[in-house]
C-alpha cells in the first residue's frame, strides 16, 4: 500500500515564527501536493511538484513556499507564521499518469494552530 | 471539472448494505468518476473510479449508470469504520491536477 507520511499529526507555533511541514512518500510517485482544508471551504491546493526541484503555485500560494530536493520528500515552508494560516495542511501523492485516472494518495494531515 | 450533486447525509445499519448516489448530468465522455472519503480526522482516502463499466475493488463497488448521468457507491457490508463524509468527483484529461470535493455525503453507522 502507499503510505504518505507528515512529520506531525498536530502542531502549536506563534505568530511570526518560520514553520517546515514535511512530508515523505514511499512508491516513488511523480506527483506530489500541499492542501489546505478548512471548514466549509473544502480543500485548496498551495503548491504542486511534479518532479524533483520542480513546483508550481495552487490557487493559494500566498505565504507559502515549497521544497523539494528529493522526489519522496516534500517540503511546506511557513515562512512567518500568522494566525489565518491555522487550518489542516494535507500532503497528497500520485502517479504521472494520464489525465483523469490518476488518484491521490494523502498522508494523516497535520493540524495547524498558530497563535 | 463537471459537478457532482450528492446528498447531505446518509444513514446505515452495520453489516447492511450501503448505496451512496451520485448524480453528474452534465458528465462529458472523458470524465472519469472517482469516489474518495474522509474519515473524521483524517486525510482523505481513495476508494474506487471508474469510466463505463462497473468497478470492484476490496473496498467497494461502483456501478455506473447506462447513461453515465448517475453513478452509486456500494459499501457491500457496512461496519462503524466506515463513517466518513464520501466525496464523488468527476476528473477528465484536461482537469486541472488539484482534487476538487464538492460537500460530499456525511455516512452515519449505527451499529
Known amino acids: 500500500d502507499v503510505k504518505v507520511t507528515q512529520s506531525s499529526r498536530y502542531l502549536v507555533k506563534r505568530t511570526g515564527e518560520k514553520v517546515f511541514l514535511e512530508c515523505v512518500q514511499d512508491?516513488?510517485?511523480?506527483?506530489m501536493f500541499w492542501y489546505r482544508q478548512d471548514p466549509g471551504l473544502g480543500l485548496r491546493l498551495i503548491y504542486f511538484?511534479?518532479?524533483?526541484?520542480?513546483?508550481e503555485k495552487g490557487d493559494i500560494p500566498e505565504g507559502y513556499s515549497v521544497s523539494r530536493e528529493k522526489k519522496e520528500r516534500f517540503s511546506l515552508i511557513l515562512e512567518s507564521a500568522s494566525t489565518n494560516q491555522t487550518s489542516m495542511y494535507l500532503c497528497?501523492?500520485?502517479?504521472?499518469?494520464?489525465?483523469?485516472?490518476?488518484?491521490?494518495?494523502f498522508g494523516p494531515g497535520t493540524r495547524l494552530t498558530v497563535l | 471539472d463537471a459537478k457532482t450533486t450528492q446528498p447531505n447525509s446518509m444513514e446505515s445499519n452495520e453489516e447492511e448494505p450501503v448505496h451512496l448516489p451520485c448524480n453528474h448530468s452534465?458528465?462529458?465522455?472523458?470524465?472519469?468518476i472517482h469516489w474518495y472519503r474522509q474519515l473524521p480526522s483524517q486525510g482523505p482516502e481513495y476508494v474506487i473510479h471508474?469510466?463505463?463499466s462497473n468497478v470492484n475493488n476490496r473496498m467497494a463497488s461502483l456501478a455506473i449508470a447506462e447513461d453515465r448521468k448517475s453513478s452509486t457507491l456500494i459499501l457491500h457490508r457496512a461496519t462503524l469504520r466506515d463513517a466518513a463524509v464520501y466525496y464523488c468527483?468527476?476528473?477528465?484529461?484536461?482537469?486541472?491536477?488539484?482534487?476538487?470535493f464538492g460537500s460530499g455525503t456525511q455516512l452515519t453507522v449505527l451499529p
Open positions: 497528497a501523492s500520485s502517479l504521472k499518469l494520464a489525465g483523469g485516472t490518476d488518484t491521490q494518495y
Open positions: 512508491m516513488d510517485h511523480e506527483n
Open positions: 511538484s511534479y518532479d524533483v526541484k520542480m513546483k
Open positions: 452534465t458528465i462529458s465522455g472523458t470524465d472519469y
Open positions: 471508474g469510466l463505463t
Open positions: 468527483i468527476l476528473r477528465s484529461s484536461g482537469s486541472a491536477r488539484q482534487l476538487t
